[in-house]
């Protein structure tokens, strides 16, 4: 039987914030830790709109910071589902600030999160696949295969570093 398709602007998502000085570090821009928990935030309601059930974060496969987030700037996320295995999902965040007094905008980071579909038992199912339609979602469907790729050879050599590792107490 043929999977159903859903287009990838189907599960776009754009959140916009202002960074205020309780969101910032030493240097007066937008903590990182700060920005990575959002970039979870509308990645995962991206991952839900697409399989409409219960999703988990598999792994936050990069955080390209390329310019710092000032304090009074504004930050717009906005991700959707680029790819599409069986019952797992790529889904892509770029991160905008805008100066809000100027409305200059630049392009201050770009990430790639995986998550996992699940049923209500908490069991991977399969979901739809997905159709690009703008030249951003096509260009990033069609290098996706590459990063599935660079994940499955990541992860398995996570799994033998963590084999290796000792994690018992030091007392």
């Known amino acids: ?24 570090n030493n240097h007066g821009t937008l903590f990182g830790g700060k920005l990575m928990s959002m970039i979870d935030d509308v990645a995962s309601i991206s991952a839900s709109r697409h399989a409409r059930c219960e999703v988990v974060t598999a792994s936050t496969d990069s955080v390209d910071f390329l310019i710092p987030i000032q304090k009074d700037h504004s930050v717009c996320l906005e991700s959707f589902v680029s790819w599409v295995g069986t019952s797992s999902m790529e889904v892509f965040v770029k991160v905008i600030s805008e100066d809000l007094t100027t409305g200059e905008r630049a392009l201050a980071a770009t990430s790639f999160l995986t998550f996992v579909a699940l049923s209500k038992e908490g069991n991977p199912i399969s979901i739809p696949k997905v159709v690009p339609h703008t030249q951003e979602e096509i260009m990033l469907h069609e290098s996706a295969a590459e990063r599935a790729e660079n994940r499955k050879k990541r992860r398995q050599h996570s799994k033998e570093l963590a084999k290796k590792i000792d994690v018992s107490l030091p007392w």
């Open 1 to 24: 039987m043929e999977r159903e398709t859903k287009m990838c602007s189907a599960s776009k998502v754009i959140k916009t914030s202002r960074v205020l000085p309780l969101d910032t």
